[in-house]
C-alpha cells in the first residue's frame, strides 16, 4: 500500500528539507505537535522510504570537477530497462533515469575534465551492450541547484 504524505507529514518533510539537522523537538513546537509525533511520523516516513535523511553535497563548492549530463540512445527500445539497470550499478553515476524524447536514458555524473568525461564514456557507457550512443555536456556555471527536487509543479 503506498500512503500519501498528510499535512503534518508534508510540513515535517518541508522543514527538515531545509535542515535535516534540525531537532524533532524544534519541529514539533514549530507545528504545535509533541515530539513523540515528530519522531514516529519521520520514523514511519524513513521505513517506508518516502524520505531518506542524507548529506548531500554542494557541487559549487568543487574546484576541479564539473556535472556531466550523459544522454544514451539504445539499439531497441526493449533494452532500455537492462541498460539502464546496469548503469545504475555504477557507483560514480549519481543519476540513471530512462526518459522520454530524444535519448532513452540519462545519466549525471561528476568529472574532472572533457578528456576524463570522454574516458569515462568510452571505457564504462559505451561498452554497455545494447548502448547505441552517447551525447554528453558538461554544466559549467550553475544559476541554481536545488538538491530538493521532490517538489511537484503546480
Known amino acids: 500500500m503506498r500512503r500519501k504524505l498528510d499535512a503534518a507529514d508534508a510540513a515535517i518533510v518541508e522543514r527538515l528539507s531545509r535542515d535535516a539537522r534540525v531537532s524533532n523537538r524544534e519541529i514539533a513546537e ?14 514511519r516516513m524513513e521505513e517506508e522510504k518516502l524520505i ?16 556531466a549530463y550523459i544522454w544514451i540512445e539504445v539499439e531497441r527500445s526493449g533494452q532500455t530497462r537492462d541498460v539502464a539497470a546496469e548503469l545504475a550499478g555504477i557507483a ?13 536514458i540519462l545519466v549525471i555524473t ?43 509543479v503546480s
Open 30 to 43: 514549530q507545528l504545535g505537535v509533541t515530539e513523540g509525533t515528530v519522531r514516529g511520523r519521520v520514523k
Open 52 to 67: 531518506r535523511i542524507t548529506a548531500v553535497t554542494n557541487i559549487d563548492r568543487f574546484k576541479d570537477a564539473a556535472l
Open 92 to 104: 560514480e553515476l549519481g543519476f540513471v533515469g530512462v526518459m522520454l524524447g530524444r535519448a532513452d
Open 110 to 152: 561528476m568529472v574532472r575534465n572533457a578528456e576524463h568525461l570522454a574516458e569515462f564514456v568510452h571505457q564504462r557507457i559505451s561498452v554497455i551492450g545494447g548502448v547505441r550512443s552517447t551525447r554528453s555536456t558538461l554544466g559549467v556555471n550553475f544559476v541554481k541547484h536545488d538538491y530538493r527536487m521532490a517538489r511537484i
